[in-house]
């Protein structure tokens, strides 16, 4: 859906052009999905304390020879969709037992059905980022079910695009409480699993722009670049534990879901699939 005229509640990562161009949207969205799922998975396996650029990467085999994370257990937020879909398709495709939420449960399910139906293990929690109580119960539900806790992968996010001063304060805090927030909540309740495995490691979706962004972007600009620091922050604090903190930087957009200004006013199921 584009609307010029009014402003768009999305999954993170959906600009005009790409409202604007549909005939567009399936190949942006497979070669990002493509992208980003093996970044997430190069990051899990080796990167250390840092922020991985995506806007020039190869997309990888979605059929890999060697089974990196063969009985690992990996959690990802945001994942009925989008990046996320495509990083637990990836990671269930490398042999880790995948745990993944998200607030969409017929999407949830597909995914679900759909790595298992390939061969893979993956289990579906119903969770929404922005309650405190759902982000706890999804990481320990998870550790619990598969034995510990290897890799996280914190995906989840929104956006709400218009100029600054027309944003409502419930608006901006929606985003930055649903990216930022959010964010936090996970890697809180996810540490101490790490940290009692010996260690492992934390990926966080951020965005290109964190580093570079565009108009009508303020409140899900201020969310990522706020991701970048508590991302550096945080591997800072974690590193003696033997846990690596990185962030992705994923460059080209891809729309997934957008609502009228009606809709987004009343849905209490705004997704958080994407970036």
Request: hydrophobic residues 40%; proline residues 5%.
């Amino acid at each position: 859906m584009s609307d010029n005229d009014n402003p768009t509640i999305a999954d993170a990562g959906t600009s005009k052009a790409d409202q604007t161009s549909p005939q567009r949207g399936p190949s942006r969205r497979r070669l990002l999905g493509a992208v980003a799922g093996g970044l997430v998975t190069g990051a899990a396996a080796g990167l250390a304390g840092g922020v991985a650029l995506g806007s020039a990467a190869n997309p990888p085999q979605l059929q890999p020879s060697a089974r990196r994370f063969q009985n690992k257990v990996v959690v990802i937020t945001g994942a009925t969709s989008g990046i996320g879909a495509a990083a637990a398709r990836l990671f269930a495709a490398e042999g880790a037992r995948v745990a993944f939420c998200g607030r969409r449960v017929d999407r949830g399910r597909a995914v679900e059905r759909d790595i298992r139906a390939a061969g893979g293990e993956a289990t579906y929690i119903h969770a929404d980022v922005l309650i405190e109580s759902d982000v706890r119960d999804f990481i320990d539900t998870a550790a619990q079910r598969y034995g510990g806790l290897d890799v996280a992968f914190n995906n989840a996010g929104i956006t709400i695009q218009k100029p600054l001063h027309e944003y409502t304060a419930d608006e901006f805090d929606r985003v930055l409480s649903t990216n930022l927030r959010g964010t936090f909540l996970a890697m809180k309740y996810e540490v101490p699993h790490l940290i009692r495995g010996g260690g492992g490691t934390i990926v966080v979706t951020a965005s290109s722009n964190a580093l570079a962004t565009d108009s009508s972007r303020a409140a899900y600009t201020a969310s990522k670049r706020g991701l970048v620091g508590l991302v550096q922050s945080a591997a800072l604090d974690y590193a003696s534990h033997g846990i690596r903190v990185n962030a992705l930087v994923p460059a080209p957009p891809t729309p997934t879901w957008s609502a009228t200004p009606a809709q987004s006013a009343t849905s209490p199921t705004m997704p958080t699939g994407s970036r």
